[in-house]
């Protein structure tokens, strides 16, 4: 259990999640350090206003938030549709594990959870929230599976994420029983755009995320990450 949690996260998935995270901080990192040393150099070495002019225009251009990530994934695992359904549900969601598996802290919530979550050496922390909704056909609210292309048992639900109590993400889940394995199909879209500082982690994140999820059970058999201004 993470100290000051009140989950048991999947250790195996928090493992890749940590080693997510010892390469995205330095990558990141340098990437601020680049930007300052561009800045910096602008300012020796040009006349000082247009070393001021060309040193802020730096720093502007790396904070402009410009991209959104959207995308689908096919992921099929062993367990049932019902546990999946579970995992979806629960307070570490799967589609989640680079956000819980690196919290100082989960808490369960009535419709959820919130992680904790620390950076900059601790000096700066975020709250983010998961909620829990199963959207019916007219877009209200429903608890209960359909049944769909020659009989397949078909479970849906959506996920929504905040951060620091702002829309972050908004995924959409819906779940096959095909008898001997189950086919989950995500959808899913940032509500945020980010700037070009985030822009090595997501590709780095790209790269651990099906380790984490099959650290859950699951196989990533399909996968289109995309970026969008």
């Given at each position: 259990?993470?100290?000051?949690?009140?989950?048991?996260?999947?250790?195996e998935a928090a493992s890749v999640a940590r080693r997510y995270e010892r390469i995205e901080r330095p990558i990141s990192w340098t990437v601020a350090l680049l930007?300052?040393?561009?800045?910096?150099?602008?300012?020796?070495?040009?006349?000082?206003?247009?070393?001021?002019?060309?040193?802020?225009?730096?720093?502007?251009?790396?904070?402009?938030?410009?991209f959104r990530s959207d995308g689908t994934a096919r992921l099929v695992t062993d367990t049932d549709a019902a546990a999946v359904r579970a995992d979806f549900e629960s307070p570490c969601p799967p589609l989640l594990a680079f956000q819980w598996g690196i919290a100082d802290a989960v808490r369960p919530t009535a419709d959820g959870a919130?992680?904790?979550l620390t950076y900059l050496f601790g000096t700066r922390s975020v709250?983010?929230?998961?909620?829990?909704?199963?959207?019916?056909?007219?877009?209200?609210?429903?608890d209960h599976a359909d049944e769909r292309d020659g009989g397949e048992v078909t479970d849906e639900?959506?996920?929504?994420?905040?951060?620091?109590?702002?829309?972050?993400?908004?995924y959409a889940v819906s779940m096959e029983d095909r008898g001997d394995e189950t086919v989950v199909d995500v959808s899913w879209q940032s509500e945020r755009r980010f700037d070009l500082r985030h822009l090595p982690p997501w590709l780095v994140g790209n790269r651990y995320r099906p380790a984490a999820l099959a650290a859950q059970g699951y196989t990533v058999v399909e996968r289109d990450a995309t970026l969008s201004l």
């Open positions: 259990m993470v100290p000051g949690s009140d989950v048991d996260v999947p250790a930007v300052g040393t561009v800045a910096a150099v602008a300012l020796l070495t040009l006349p000082l206003v247009r070393g001021l002019l060309v040193a802020a225009a730096v720093l502007v251009a790396v904070r402009v938030p410009l919130e992680y904790e709250t983010m929230e998961t909620t829990v909704h199963t959207p019916s056909s007219d877009g209200g609210l429903t639900l959506e996920l929504v994420v905040t951060a620091a109590g702002q829309p972050w993400a908004t």
